[in-house]
């Protein structure tokens, strides 16, 4: 069992950065890769950034160079830093962990971020 909790979403104007967090539980030791992924109004969930176990990252081509994702094991965190925010950026975030068993993926309860001026 896994626990995702998202955090660190907010109000910020054009050009400007958050950084978002995700606190894992529970069995986070079998976590093999953990995702951002971001879903607006009116579409449907997407990727925005992944971390494995071993540190290969991979990016949605619309944040690469903005965004970066990295993973703190010590602190049982994921965090992406976004940088340089559009307001076509604004959705909700979601944290996503998938386990060595591959049995399912284990999702957040997702936090807002609105880039508006």
């Known amino acids: 069992q896994v626990q995702l909790v998202e955090s660190g979403g907010g109000l910020v104007q054009p050009g400007g950065s958050l950084r978002l967090s995700c606190a894992a539980s529970?069995?986070?030791?079998?976590?093999?890769?953990m995702g951002w992924y971001r879903q607006a109004p009116g579409k449907e969930r997407e990727l925005v950034a992944s971390?494995?176990?071993?540190?290969?990252?991979n990016y949605a081509d619309s944040v690469k160079g903005r965004f970066t994702i990295s993973r703190d094991n010590g602190k049982n965190t994921a965090n992406l830093q976004m940088n340089s925010l559009k307001p076509e950026d604004t959705a909700v975030y979601y944290c996503k962990g998938v386990t060595s068993s591959g049995v399912r993926d284990y999702w957040g309860q997702g936090t807002q971020v609105t880039v508006s001026s």
């Open positions: 529970g069995s986070i030791f079998s976590i093999i890769l």
């Open positions: 971390i494995t176990s071993s540190g290969r990252t």
